[in-house]
């Protein structure tokens, strides 16, 4: 059982590592899943992510469009790298809710 637990452990350290990683990206874009017709929202255009006192934001048009603890909250990277997936289970609801952040890059 030990076994597990050390392994749940490094799982979580990792995700905060990956999501503490984001801190001051810069997105084009954030939107909602809807998870009964499976389509997405856009929430938000043209703002960055901002983690202060372990709360994680996304900022957009100087509007707070997503905030959430970072204990409690699961980071994925898009396959493509290009965003990432931020679920979380509503308390509320007893929903998972997803919400994607879409980085924008600066070429050199």
């Not at 499976?38 to 957009?60: A, M």
Request: aromatic share 12%; with cysteine; proline share 1%.
């Amino acid at each position: 059982m030990g076994f597990f637990n050390r392994s749940r452990q490094k799982e979580l350290k990792e995700n905060e590592a990956r999501l503490r990683r984001t801190n001051n990206f810069e997105v084009r874009y954030v939107t909602t899943r809807d998870g009964i017709c499976y389509g997405e929202s856009i929430i938000g255009k043209y703002g960055i992510i901002e983690i202060v006192d372990d709360i994680y934001r996304i900022i957009c048009d100087n509007k707070i469009v997503f905030e959430h603890p970072i204990k409690g909250l699961m980071g994925s990277e898009l396959m493509s790298l290009d965003g990432i997936i931020l679920s979380y289970i509503d308390h509320k609801t007893g929903e998972n809710v997803e919400v994607i952040a879409y980085y924008k890059y600066h070429r050199k």
